[in-house]
């Protein structure tokens, strides 16, 4: 069964620094998504950054770019110039053929002024 | 914009109770969901539904039941509510075609069972 791994429960960082958020996942697929969500306190859980598993350049978007490596499986999320919203909890998700996603069990960022 | 919302934000009932929590979407999306998440645990998913009438298990589906009558309508239903079930409660929608499978999530509710 595929697996998602988040090892880090918590990270702090100071602000306008950078981050790497790690995520490892297990499967014997071939073609599959990756996804980094942030839920932001009280807030709705919104989708920060996709990958595709055939594509082998990394995605970006803005200040939120991964470091997807396919044979290590692993996909983390790295964020520059990091602001005071983008404390939130991260999790990493993974999907294939099958309609549901796997999840992480979440990263608490905490971003110190 | 995508709006799933969610009938309530809180919710506090007695154990054994019948519990409904209600989800809606407005972009009609196909799939539905119903997550539990726990702190340490991520999200679980407890049932799915990829069309009306249509319902699958998830990961955790005991305690638990759904419906389906409407497209935009999904409803998770605790038969007989337990304090083991005090948790936030998360629907998500996604579209079938095309697509990115990003699922949209509605606020969620946190139900705490006594």
């Known amino acids: 069964a595929q697996t998602v791994t988040q090892s880090q429960p918590e990270m702090s960082v100071q602000e306008a620094e950078t981050v790497t958020l790690s995520c490892t996942y297990d499967?014997?697929?071939?073609?599959?998504?990756l996804f980094w969500y942030k839920q932001p306190p009280s807030r709705q859980m919104i989708l920060v950054i996709r990958?595709?598993?055939?594509k082998q350049q990394n995605a970006t978007e803005n200040r939120f770019s991964v470091n997807f490596q396919k044979a290590a499986k692993s996909f983390s999320l790295k964020i520059s110039d990091s602001q005071l919203g983008d404390a939130a909890m991260y999790f990493c998700a993974y999907k294939d053929s099958n309609y549901q996603l796997i999840w992480g069990a979440g990263t608490k960022l905490i971003i110190k002024p | 914009d995508v709006k799933v919302t969610q009938s309530s934000r809180y919710l506090v009932k007695r154990t054994g109770e019948k519990v409904f929590l209600e989800c809606v979407q407005d972009?009609?999306?196909?799939?539905m969901f119903w997550y539990r998440q726990d702190p340490g645990l991520g999200l679980r998913l407890i049932y799915f539904?990829?069309?009306?009438?249509?319902?699958e298990k998830g990961d955790i589906p005991e305690g638990y039941s759904v419906s389906r009558e409407k497209k935009e309508r999904f409803s998770l239903i605790l038969e007989s509510a337990s304090t083991n079930q005090t948790s936030m409660y998360l629907c998500?929608?996604?579209?079938?075609?095309?697509?990115?499978?990003?699922?949209?999530f509605g606020p969620g509710t946190r139900l705490t069972v006594t």
């Open positions: 539904s990829y069309d009306v009438k249509m319902k």
């Open positions: 998500a929608s996604s579209p079938t075609l095309g697509t990115s499978y990003e699922q949209y």
């Open positions: 972009m009609d999306h196909e799939n």
């Open positions: 990958q595709e598993a055939y």
């Open positions: 499967t014997s697929e071939s073609d599959y998504y």
